[in-house]
């Protein structure tokens, strides 16, 4: 199978983003609506935020799959013609670096840690596209501000250019309207 | 005068490198050209770590933008280009210095963007134009 069409799309906090994604795997050819989630809930009101959301998409027929890190074990999930959107690189990026943190020993203190998840990212962004239809990849604008973590800022830079090179579409959300960018 | 602005980690810098790439270019990080520049090209990025540097040991936001200014018209026969991080879309700063950093490089990132002729802002990677230029 060919590969599928790969959009990405970025922007603020509550910048309408999601919605759009989610409109545009709505309006896809794709036989199911697949919804990847990197969220991790860490107090009652995410639990709450996120049960509201999956409950939202239960109606309108999604499929949610929780995937906050190792996303490669969301592969055999997948089927062939899926429209898969991916919320967000940012919390994944978050979850795999600092995984371990609270044993003292987070990814980003490992030299070439890092450097493996990317490699597989890749790759299960890849096996990802032979499969489906469309996967929407949605992150977030938190670059233009002073570098408060260097290394998760800089791993986030990197992985969203990588991203925008590989897509076929990216936008830039702002309030609730996308600039094309590609 | 030519600009490459964008948020950091963005590619801003590998993209003048591209652009320029088999050229010889003078590339200055964190500092302003002095004396005689060999090149007819001229790199400047990491003004913000300069300029950071400058308020902290009291220099003034005058006498900054006057060296700015003093050195555009020095070389303005060479062909320019500066690297602009931006740093301004992001929560007050708790820190003093950092707040008094974020209002200069507006001030001065406003005044280069009036001088400029051509302005691209990258993306992640993706160059849109802003200003003049062929939009590469």
Redesign the interface.
Known sequence: MANGQLIFV?GGVRSGKSAWAERRIQGSAGTRKVYLASGQAHDPEMVQRIHRHQEDRKEQDWITIEQPLHLEKALPFIEDGDAVLWDCATTWLANELYEGWEKGASCAGQPGCMEQKWANLKNTIHSLQCRTKLLVIVSN?V?????RDDTY??W???I??W???QADE?Y?MENGMAQK?? | MRIVFGGAFNGKREYVKKRFAGQEVEWLESELPKGSVVFSTIVVTGIEHRIKTQLGNGISEFQIREEIQQMLAKYKDYKLIWVLTDMNRGIVPIDPLERELRDVLGRIYQFLFSEATEITRIWYGIPQNLKGGDGR
């Open positions: 970025s604008e670059l233009d501000d002073f570098v800022q800089r986030l830079g990197r969203h250019i991203i925008a090179a990216a830039e960018r590609k």
